[in-house]
T-cell receptor, first 113, second 115 residues
Framework: GDSVTQMEGPVTLSEEAFLTINCTYT??????LFWYVQYPGEGLQLLLK?????DKGSNKGFEATYRKETTSFHLEKGSVQVSDSAVYFC????????????FGGGTRLMVKP | GAGVSQTPSNKVTEKGKYVELRCDPI?????LYWYRQSLGQGPEFLIY????????DSGLPNDRFFAVRPEGSVSTLKIQRTERGDSAVYLC?????????????FGQGTRLTVV
């Protein structure tokens, strides 16, 4: 079945540092790829998405590129802020599996001032 | 309301009891999903409704779990004979009908603790 693997956390960075959170996937066909974020005390929110190979999703300074050849969708941000502290989830939907999301285990990011 | 609403936000129950968890989706969203998130893990799919019918219930772990959506809006997840292993955050999400990559909007979840 489909699966998503992302780097374990916590990831601790200083403000303005560069962020990478790795995500790789296994899926049949051509999945759509997502990053969701969960801020403390809040529900999951869509951060960005990409629906086909080589697409780049971007939002709030975060970016991720759909790499079919490496089955990856790594999340990056050039300069993190304390307000970016949250748990980040990589996820996919498969065209043969309805709209259901398959999530990775989540990566907690802690940004220190 | 503007978003997906789940009630209660917290539920503590004794082992063996029956519980119901409620989800109010965003108005007009025909697709509704239930997920379960155990501590330190990502959400896992339970069941998907398109309108009133369960389009996919392959994620329900066993027959103690059941969900309904009788009028195509509010959904209730029902758990019979609860076990300590059922303790988790139960998440509901809704989306517009459409392509597979339509954005799903999540509620804040119900934290279920079975003691």
């Amino acid at each position: 079945g489909d699966s998503v693997t992302q780097m374990e956390g916590p990831v601790t960075l200083s403000e303005e540092a560069f962020l990478t959170i790795n995500c790789t996937y296994t899926a049949t066909g051509y999945p759509s790829l997502f990053w969701y974020v969960q801020y403390p005390g809040e529900g999951l929110q869509l951060l960005l998405k990409a629906t086909k190979a080589d697409d780049k999703g971007s939002n709030k300074g975060f970016e991720a590129t759909y790499r079919k050849e490496t089955t990856s969708f790594h999340l990056e941000k050039g300069s993190v802020q304390v307000s970016d502290s949250a748990v980040y989830f990589c996820a996919l939907t498969s065209p043969n599996a309805g709209n259901m999301l398959t999530f990775g285990g989540g990566t907690r990011l802690m940004v220190k001032p | 309301g503007a978003g997906v609403s789940q009630t209660p936000s917290n539920k503590v129950t004794e082992k063996g009891k029956y519980v119901e968890l409620r989800c109010d989706p965003i108005s007009g969203h025909t697709a509704l999903y239930w997920y379960r998130q155990s501590l330190g893990q990502g959400p896992e799919f339970l069941i998907y409704f398109q309108g009133t019918g369960a389009a996919d219930d392959s994620g329900l772990p066993n027959d103690r779990f059941f969900a309904v959506r009788p009028e195509g809006s509010v959904s209730t997840l029902k758990i019979q004979r609860t076990e300590r292993g059922d303790s988790a955050v139960y998440l509901c999400a809704s989306s517009l009908a459409g392509p597979p990559n339509t954005e799903a909007f999540f509620g804040q979840g119900t934290r279920l603790t079975v003691v």
